[in-house]
């Protein structure tokens, strides 16, 4: 949870989510965790404000329109 709170600081930081020009989105993506315990948060920054999208497995297919 910690990592997710520290979003509102360090946000702008991370890179563009593989999945986010096909989406037609800004979205970023932060990995957290090790070995097979590896996790990607998805989120956008708007304005000043961080929304996270997802929180997913990182083994698990990229993000499509439909589960936005």
């Known amino acids: 949870m910690a990592t997710i709170t520290a979003l509102a600081n360090d946000a702008d ?3 563009e989510a593989d999945e ?3 989406l037609g989105i ?3 993506c932060r990995i ?3 070995r097979h315990q590896v ?3 998805l989120f ?3 304005g000043n404000d961080v929304f996270v ?3 997913l497995h990182a083994g698990r297919d ?3 329109a439909d589960e936005l």
């Open 53 to 55: 999208l997802r929180v």
């Open 44 to 46: 956008l920054i708007i």
């Open 20 to 22: 986010a020009a096909a």
């Open 13 to 15: 930081q991370w890179p």
């Open 26 to 28: 800004d979205l970023r």
């Open 62 to 64: 990229r993000l499509t």
């Open 39 to 41: 996790y990607r948060i």
């Open 32 to 34: 957290l965790g090790r």
